[in-house]
């Protein structure tokens, strides 16, 4: 069997598309939750958004439900409304109405240098860490069992 090599250094769209869709069609042959996840509606976005006075954004989540899963993908709020308890809040509604769409258990990725103890101190528990990405700091990612009432 003989091949080539092709080294780029820059971005070649077609190329990725093609990886893409080759990687997407292995998935959907062994895994029928990837096959699932691929038809319209099957994956849920979610959105929490905090607005101020003024209707400005100050913070917020977004995620998706999909696979008996919320994953959250962005958590951010405006560093002066830190610290007041209105993350814990938000992460508590975002968890609720998960589980009001299906969701049983909760991923999501943080650094190092954000908000490790805080999801720690809400249950979650760190399953992955990658160290030294970036250097001097860890990555890792996050699970969380949702209760069940």
Known sequence: MQYQVEVLRGQHEDFTNFLSEKIRAYNNEQSPYH??????GAVLPLQLIVTDQQQQWIG????????GWIEIHKFWFSEEYR????????LAQAELVAKDMGAT???LTTYEFQARTFYEAHGYQVVGEIKDYPP?????TMVKVLPQE
């Open 83 to 90: 610290g007041k308890g209105i993350g814990t809040k938000l």
């Open 60 to 67: 917020g989540i977004t995620a998706e439900v999909y696979w």
């Open 35 to 40: 096959r699932e996840s691929r038809k319209k």
């Open 105 to 107: 258990k909760a991923l």
């Open 136 to 140: 001097g700091s860890s990555y890792y």
